[in-house]
């Protein structure tokens, strides 16, 4: 099993993923929020010149679908710098088998691992990632099915279905109905080319409080310490669930919004990938050949015109939260994650009204990084810059863009 050290060359190797269980040896598979955070910081930091050009060289290869209620072409698309107003983006994460021999232990259903709603305010001044968590029992509405027809509505439902039962336009719809948001963008994710990514952008720090041996994502660290994760670490972390927190959903989410803001991070920082062109070519290059849109962000000047909104944001202005939720509850939630109903409406009445708020605590698998821990080379400060002056809504957990935090290894 591979064993992570501090600044040394990571080994590669085949590794196994648990979905509830461990699974036998198969080629790696890879927890979508590997892909979603790569091409979400993409977005944030790529407005320029040179990711222009390499994504018009890229556009090609990236595979598009009508929601529902939306025209089959797009519109004009608007010109660099002159996005008007907020959006919604939903990034969904498949996991659907790539391999043409099979992927052992999982069958042929595709799931959504991953979604995150990025929510950008009226007034482009922040921006706020809601995780919801991929066992969290939710109404699904009619959705059109793929193959013609419509799939009846269920009351109680598993979020992570509605790929599988009607495709990204399904999880928009769900993700709609859940949050009262509407939701014009989307981007789907398959498994395929984290380990590239994560390599071209030189790695990401992180910050882990002891030792892990994770013998079902194969993540391995000997000690407590910062780690630079690249390649097929990068992504044996992002898998991890038995090795963090409580080994639940819920802690792999906390320590993997910890791996996207330290991502952030390190892409905005000088020497990353936005100063670097040929990193910022083979990000773009990975993402689109692994990335399904809507229809209405095929055009790359809308996705740069959308990103120039976004990398003019302050870090401590860029907030990552899981959608407040909660195990352990009878019914049919039993074995499942279960809405926590009263706190994410005060969470969604603040996003819909565009105002501030900070989390009030980190979550189950990340904790605060002590202030006398140095920063990784090339990362901003370890010293947080916070907005004091907004409101701390009770019961939501997460962190922000700037804020450096530790995973909380499992005991």
């Not at 043409?100 to 001044?125: F, M, P, Y």
């Not at 390599?199 to 013998?215: E, F, K």
């Not at 090795?243 to 919004?257: E, K, Y």
Request: one cysteine or more; aromatic letters at 4%; proline letters at 8%.
């Amino acid at each position: 099993m591979a064993e992570v050290r501090p600044d040394s060359e990571r080994r590669r190797r085949r590794a196994t993923t648990p979905r509830h269980g461990r699974l036998k040896a198969t080629r790696p598979l890879v927890v979508a929020l590997g892909y979603l955070g790569i091409a979400l910081a993409v977005i944030l930091v790529s407005g320029t010149s040179v990711a222009a050009l390499a994504m018009a060289q890229v556009n090609n290869s990236i595979m598009s679908v009508t929601l529902v209620g939306q025209k089959d072409t797009p519109g004009p698309p608007p010109a660099l710098s002159s996005y008007e107003g907020g959006f919604n983006v939903l990034i969904v994460g498949s996991d659907v088998c790539e391999d043409n021999s099979g992927c052992n232990g999982r069958g042929s259903a595709e799931l959504n691992d991953v979604t995150i709603l990025l929510h950008v305010s009226a007034d482009q001044t922040n921006a706020v990632a809601v995780s919801i968590p991929r066992d969290m029992v939710v109404p699904i509405p009619s959705c059109p099915d793929p193959k013609g027809g419509n799939f009846s509505a269920m009351s109680a439902m598993p979020i992570n279905n509605t790929l599988y039962y009607g495709g990204l336009p399904c999880t928009v719809l769900t993700v709609s109905k859940l949050t009262g948001l509407d939701i014009p963008f989307a981007v789907e994710v398959k498994f395929s080319g984290v380990v590239n990514i994560s390599t071209a952008i030189g790695g990401v720090p992180v910050c882990i409080d002891g030792p892990i041996n994770d013998r079902y994502s194969g993540f391995s660290v000997p000690a407590a310490g910062e780690y630079t994760l690249s390649g097929q670490d990068a992504l044996n972390f992002l898998r991890t669930r038995h090795g963090v927190g409580d080994a639940g959903d819920l802690s792999r989410i906390s320590s993997q919004q910890q791996f996207l803001a330290s991502m952030v991070r390190t892409i905005k920082a000088p020497g990353g990938a936005l100063s670097d062109p040929v990193k910022l070519f083979t990000i773009a290059t990975a993402v689109g050949k692994n990335t399904i849109v809507s229809s209405n962000l095929k055009n790359v000047s809308t996705m740069l015109a959308m990103a120039q909104v976004l990398k003019g944001l302050p870090l401590e202005n860029v907030v990552f939260v899981q959608y407040p939720s909660v195990t352990g509850q009878p019914g049919v939630y039993a074995g499942k994650v279960a809405p926590v109903v009263g706190t994410a409406a005060e969470l969604f009445a603040k996003i819909k009204a565009d105002v501030p708020f900070q989390p009030a605590k980190t979550g189950l698998g990340s904790k605060e990084e002590p202030a006398s821990t140095p920063a990784p080379q090339g990362t901003a400060s370890a010293a947080p810059t916070l907005d004091t002056s907004s409101e701390v809504v009770p019961g939501v957990q997460g962190q922000t863009a700037a804020e450096n935090t530790c995973a909380v290894h499992r005991n």
